[in-house]
């Protein structure tokens, strides 16, 4: 029977995932032209709530204990809040492209969040490959500084990336009992009401927004959010989070590529060379080193076995 983190529906689910959210930076580049951070957030929140509500209607709930309220409200607050925020805020200062190169320094976060929270360690290759990454993400701030835009964006995107790899480690142990669904939708509901402040915000640009925004706005919620989480959260459940984490290399590219044929932006030179920088880290950070063999001792003659 093969692994169940390569079965066809959890590839799918990878598959769709790394799409989803590669496409979600686009999606945010382009609404943010008429929405501002906070109503894009809320926005998107508010229908992602709604559709994972209506799914999970279908569904049994089951009551969350004290300890997993805790780690439910990390993932909210910190991966759907605040995350959202940021990546809006992000994209008002930095290209698509750049800003997923940023983010995904989050697979290191993991796990240094991992060595610090669960007692996995430092090994050295998470050392060295959290230094690698440090630099690439100096080398876009040197590079985004000569293009003109400010280093409020660069940190912005740290703070998504940050809040990021807190969710995915605070996500992890509720899935040993919750339902994905259920925390998926819990977390997007607490999410969104972090949000709640920029609902006048958010009317006011509705008001104005072209029916593209709108649009935009409305699959932010449904596939990069209700549908991505989802089956992030599916894959999460039979993969361990390094290894899934992992598949989000893919996500730059992908975004690199889709801007410049979507919105003709392609990310200066050096900062194209800051996020190879970034997933280079990322990868030696994921090396293991190998446990040495065992040297045999040459038995005595005439000694026993046991």
């Given at each position: 029977?093969?692994?169940?983190?390569?079965?066809?529906?959890?590839?799918?689910?990878?598959?769709?995932?790394?799409?989803?959210?590669?496409?979600?930076?686009?999606?945010?580049?382009?609404?943010?032209?008429?929405?501002?951070?906070?109503?894009?957030?809320?926005?998107?929140?508010?229908?992602?709530?709604?559709?994972?509500?209506?799914?999970?209607?279908?569904?049994?709930?089951?009551?969350?204990?004290?300890?997993?309220?805790?780690?439910?409200?990390?993932?909210?607050?910190?991966?759907?809040?605040?995350?959202?925020?940021?990546?809006?805020?992000?994209?008002?200062?930095?290209?698509?492209?750049?800003?997923?190169?940023?983010?995904?320094?989050?697979?290191?976060?993991?796990?240094?969040?991992?060595?610090?929270?669960?007692?996995?360690?430092?090994?050295?290759?998470?050392?060295?490959?959290?230094?690698?990454?440090?630099?690439?993400?100096?080398?876009?701030?040197?590079?985004?500084?000569?293009?003109?835009?400010?280093?409020?964006?660069?940190?912005?995107?740290?703070?998504?990336?940050?809040?990021?790899?807190?969710?995915?480690?605070?996500?992890?142990?509720?899935?040993?009992?919750?339902?994905?669904?259920?925390v998926t939708f819990t977390a997007c509901a607490m999410g969104a009401l972090c949000c709640l402040p920029w609902a006048g915000a958010l009317v006011a640009d509705l008001g104005s927004a072209p029916a593209s925004s709108i649009a935009g706005t409305v699959y932010l919620g449904v596939v990069p959010t209700a549908l991505a989480f989802s089956t992030w959260a599916y894959a999460l459940?039979?993969?361990?989070?390094?290894?899934?984490?992992?598949?989000?290399?893919?996500?730059?590219?992908?975004?690199?590529?889709?801007?410049?044929?979507?919105?003709?932006?392609?990310?200066?030179?050096?900062?194209?060379?800051?996020?190879?920088?970034?997933?280079?880290?990322?990868?030696?950070?994921?090396?293991?080193?190998?446990?040495?063999?065992?040297?045999?001792?040459?038995?005595?003659?005439?000694?026993?076995?046991?």
């Open positions: 029977m093969p692994a169940p983190s390569r079965t066809p529906l959890t590839l799918l689910a990878v598959t769709v995932t790394v799409l989803a959210w590669a496409s979600a930076f686009i999606g945010i580049r382009a609404v943010g032209e008429d929405l501002s951070p906070g109503a894009l957030a809320l926005g998107r929140l508010a229908i992602g709530t709604l559709v994972l509500g209506l799914l999970l209607t279908r569904r049994g709930w089951v009551p969350p204990t004290p300890g997993e309220w805790r780690l439910l409200v990390v993932c909210g607050v910190g991966w759907f809040g605040i995350y959202n925020l940021a990546l809006n805020a992000a994209e008002q200062h930095l290209d698509a492209g750049t800003t997923a190169m940023l983010v995904n320094i989050g697979p290191v976060l993991i796990a240094v969040f991992a060595g610090l929270l669960l007692g996995e360690g430092f090994p050295r290759w998470l050392v060295i490959g959290l230094g690698i990454a440090f630099c690439g993400v100096l080398l876009i701030g040197f590079a985004t500084r000569d293009a003109g835009a400010d280093l409020l964006g660069v940190l912005l995107s740290v703070v998504a990336a940050v809040t990021y790899a807190a969710g995915v480690v605070a996500q992890k142990p509720l899935l040993r009992r919750l339902p994905a669904l259920q459940r039979r993969m361990d989070a390094g290894r899934l984490g992992a598949t989000t290399y893919l996500v730059p590219p992908i975004v690199v590529l889709l801007g410049w044929v979507l919105l003709d932006e392609v990310p200066p030179a050096l900062a194209v060379v800051g996020g190879g920088v970034c997933l280079l880290g990322v990868a030696v950070s994921r090396r293991r080193t190998r446990p040495s063999r065992p040297v045999p001792v040459p038995q005595e003659a005439g000694s026993a076995t046991v």
